[in-house]
């Protein structure tokens, strides 16, 4: 199986801030790599797919990128409503593996 | 409105069985490709397994830990997708989402792009 790995597992942030979240791949998946938030008590929410298209409905102030192994979920000028987990998916092959998710929350 | 709604879900021993239901609407179900995540008290998501439709030749995966246990199934007549879980283990102890991929992008790089509210399952003697 893929091996999915998330950096940082936390991380404490302000409104306005620009936060980095990385997603590294245990073998080449290409650009089969999705983002999902998820706030406490609800269902994830899909934001990027394809390593970086936005879902629709998805603010502009998110952005993913990378190919391969290594991948970045972005998010520009953090808004209250982000402070939730996000989580990479490896959709190259089943099964299809999360990371450990990424915790945001306010600093 | 696109809508997944789970049902279900309950206390079960250790060794039962327990069959989940997650009813769509709002979009072609027979032309999705249907999923199962699962999420432990405090944990992250773990994939538990997918069906695609019978258009793209209907097929299963599971995840190691369920697979031989865990058996997922459609009715496109009734735009309902189902989990069969048997054998169950407190370790299957989790909220049991279903997801749906459709359209055409959604299904070639597999995004589940609809989730349902989740339902709780409890495996405790």
């Known amino acids: 199986d893929i091996q999915m790995t998330q950096s940082p597992s936390s991380l404490s942030a302000s409104v306005g801030d620009r936060v980095t979240i990385t997603c590294r791949a245990s073998q080449r998946i290409s650009s089969y790599l999705n983002w999902y938030q998820q706030k406490a008590g609800k269902a994830p929410n899909p934001l990027i797919y394809a390593a970086s298209s936005l879902q629709s409905g998805v603010p502009s102030r998110f952005s993913g990128s990378g190919s391969g192994t290594d991948f970045t979920l972005t998010i520009n000028s953090l808004q209250p409503e982000d402070f939730a987990t996000y989580y990479c998916q490896q959709s190259y092959t089943t099964p299809g593996t999360f990371g450990q998710g990424t915790k945001v929350e306010i600093k | 409105e696109v809508q997944l709604v789970e049902s279900g879900g309950g206390l079960v021993k250790p060794g039962g069985s327990l069959r989940l239901s997650c009813a769509a609407s709002?979009?072609?179900?027979?032309?999705?490709?249907m999923s199962w995540v699962r999420q432990a008290p405090g944990k992250g998501l773990e994939w538990v397994g997918r069906?695609?439709?019978?258009?793209?030749?209907?097929?299963?995966d599971y995840a190691a830990p369920v697979r031989g246990r865990f058996t997922i199934s459609r009715d496109d007549s009734k735009n309902t997708l189902y989990l069969q879980m048997n054998s169950l283990k407190t370790e299957d102890t989790a909220v049991y989402y279903c997801?749906?991929?459709?359209?055409?992008?959604?299904?070639?790089?597999?995004?589940?792009?609809?989730w349902g509210q989740g339902t709780t399952v409890t495996v405790s003697s």
């Open positions: 997801a749906s991929s459709s359209g055409w992008s959604s299904v070639y790089y597999y995004v589940m792009d609809v």
């Open positions: 709002g979009f072609t179900f027979s032309n999705a490709w």
């Open positions: 069906i695609k439709s019978k258009t793209d030749d209907g097929t299963t």
